[in-house]
Every structure is written in structure tokens, then in C-alpha cells.
Nanobody, 126 residues
């Protein structure tokens, strides 16, 4: 069982940037696809971005963050990143990183991921 710990969240003004990190320990990181999700109060958990373990350039994004967010990974450091630019108030949510275990389920589905971090709060003020 891998442990995932997110950091880097905080309060930022609209138009600003944040970089989230997710450090993995106690399990394998480099040979798993990874993802970022977010959950706003009263809403379902939403797919943000995913990256495969085979190629750091093989990435996918949710429609609402495409062109503003960038997912990346450093396997030597067991760390996943999410660079968030041009932030909007609607990006306010708790952000979670997750390790994908079910490759028979689409990458944007919550159920494809079995291991989750505790989340980090991102708040964007207008």
C-alpha cells in the first residue's frame, strides 16, 4: 500500500499560480499511472489530469483545466506535480493525487484509482 501526501495548496488571487506536489512512499510509484482529482463542497470528485508511467509526455486533462494546468512526474523523487496557472475562483477545491490500479476503467474515472492522498486545499479569490 502506497502512501500519498499532497502539499502546495493555499489561497491565491484569480489569475495567479500554484504548484501542487504529491510524494509517494511505502510502495511503487514509477510503474503506475497517476492522476489528480478535485472536489468542491457539495460536488462530486472531478478528474483534473492524468499521466502514464510509460511516458511523461502522455498526459490527459479535464476540459475545464486544459491549457492552464500541467501534470508532471519525477520518478527519481517519487513525486507527482500539478502546475496550475491562470487560476479561477471555480478552481477552488480540495485537490487529491491518486495512483491508478484499474486499467480496465477509463483514466478519468474515480474508480480507476485505489490509492489516494489526504488532499490539499486550493482557494482562489476573485
Amino acid at each position: 500500500q502506497v502512501q500519498l501526501v499532497e502539499s502546495g495548496g493555499g489561497l491565491v488571487q484569480a489569475g495567479g499560480s500554484l504548484r501542487l506536489s504529491c510524494v509517494a512512499s511505502g510502495g511503487t510509484f514509477s510503474t503506475y499511472d497517476m492522476g489528480w482529482f478535485r472536489q468542491a463542497p457539495g460536488k462530486e470528485r472531478e478528474f483534473v489530469a492524468a499521466i502514464t508511467w510509460t511516458s511523461a509526455t502522455n498526459t490527459r486533462y479535464g476540459d475545464t483545466v486544459q491549457g492552464r494546468f500541467t501534470i508532471s512526474r519525477d520518478n527519481a523523487k517519487n513525486t507527482l506535480y500539478l502546475q496550475m496557472n491562470s487560476l479561477k475562483p471555480e478552481d477552488t477545491a480540495v485537490y487529491y493525487c491518486a495512483r491508478r490500479r484499474d486499467y480496465g476503467t477509463r483514466y478519468f474515472s474515480v474508480s480507476a484509482y485505489d490509492d489516494w492522498g489526504q488532499g490539499t486545499q486550493v482557494t482562489v479569490s476573485s
